[in-house]
């Protein structure tokens, strides 16, 4: 039997970015949980003029076993506004978390809901290295416990296999992933929430540590701590408050298959053209390359960058000032957080650059790499 042709696309209602803030970004936060997610919210629901009350909705992001505790939303759904009121966690990437909130208000459900990713992993250790093997260990325990973890399966051993594959057919060499790598760490260098806050040379990359074969450190995300808050509001609503001037016309959402099925390696960009396909029919947007102006690409390594951008119908549309322009990943990537902070950047950029009036925040959950990858797209235009 032929597979089913994909249904057809509803277009949505727009779902106004009202707020915005985040916390500092730090290699850990000496803050706890509780306190990271109270500032943001707080933060961010004050600049749009709205108070506890005005809160119909909290969805956070997060995940147990970095916290450090079971149930550990119980311990910040009151700093997130959620105390008496209708409220949910997400163990994933905060990118859903913003679509989750979008599509209670998109549905009428509620006039004003707020997202709220949080990431401060609990590895009781400053030692660079200990992280590293904590965060190494939480992602083995995510992959199949009978074939894939005995073999000692992470994220960082998916893109390194990812990336030889990539090298291995052809398509690219290391000289070019080092300088992408370069390029975007230079980019985001002075940025504010950059964590990589020096300049780099290709051959500064190709000389950093060697974490996977064939991935150098400076080839992965730049790793870091913190949180962000974005608070959206109906139409009607949005006429109401100050702050931010842009809104969600579009969102998707797409999962990748088991380690078996093997298109991880051979089709990396699957879920996200999945995704896109949604959020761009929400949107109406019929031809990427001239209607998207900029986008925050989340490619945990160079590898993925091209076959992302091409499965987002911008890879010959927009130049390299225009994909990344904070410097992405490879500057800043607060875990589980990450998708709140793409879409706070591409929001900044919509408010600060002339004659861009659409753009895209893409992001996914790297607990296992490719493995069960899960992504986010939102299209965000210019209010």
């Known amino acids: 039997m032929p597979p089913r042709p994909p249904r057809p696309v509803r277009r949505m209602a727009p779902v106004h970015v009202v707020g915005l803030a985040a916390t500092p970004f730090l290699p850990e936060q000496d803050a706890m949980l509780d306190e990271l997610v109270f500032d943001v919210t707080y933060a961010a629901l004050r600049e749009c003029g709205l108070r506890k009350q005005d809160l119909g909705l909290s969805v956070m992001a997060s995940l ?164 962000v808050a974005v608070v959206l509001a109906s139409p009607a609503r949005a006429g109401r408050c100050l702050g931010r001037s842009a809104r969600i016309t579009g969102f998707g959402h797409a999962t990748g298959g088991y380690t078996w099925d093997g298109r991880w390696l051979s089709d990396p960009a699957a879920p996200t053209r999945r995704a896109t396909r949604i959020a761009y029919g929400q949107a109406g947007i019929s031809a990427a390359a001239e209607q998207v102006g900029l986008v925050e690409l989340t490619a945990p390594t160079p590898a993925l960058h091209a076959p992302y951008l091409g499965a987002l119908g911008l890879a010959a549309s927009l130049g390299d000032k225009d994909v990344n322009a904070s410097g992405g990943a490879r500057s800043n990537f607060p875990g589980l957080a990450n998708g709140a902070l793409r879409l706070l950047e591409v929001v900044e950029q919509l408010e600060s650059r002339a004659g861009a009036s659409t753009a895209v925040a893409h992001s996914v959950d790297t607990g296992t790499g490719l493995v069960s990858e899960d992504v986010s797209v939102l299209v965000v235009e210019a209010a």
Do not use: C, K, W
């Not at 893109?159 to 230079?186: K, M, P, Q």
């Open 64 to 227: 147990d076993v970095l916290d450090g505790r079971s149930i550990s939303s119980g311990l910040y759904t009151a700093a997130a506004g959620g105390y008496l009121n209708d409220a949910f966690r997400i163990e994933g990437d905060s990118g859903l978390a913003v679509i989750a909130a979008a599509e209670a208000v998109a549905a009428g459900d509620v006039e004003v809901a707020v997202a709220v990713g949080v990431y401060n992993p609990e590895v009781r250790s400053a030692d660079r290295e200990a992280r590293r093997s904590f965060l190494a260990q939480v992602s083995n325990l995510g992959f199949e416990p009978h074939f894939d973890r005995p073999v000692g399966l992470t994220a960082e051993v998916v893109y390194a296999l990812h990336a030889a594959h990539t090298l291995e057919s052809g398509g690219e060499d290391l000289d070019a992933f080092a300088r992408l790598a370069a390029e975007e760490i230079t980019r985001g260098s002075e940025r504010p929430r950059s964590v990589r806050t020096a300049p780099v040379t290709a051959q500064e990359v190709l000389a950093s540590e060697q974490v996977a074969a064939p991935l150098r450190e400076l080839m992965l995300p730049a790793h870091s701590t913190g949180a």
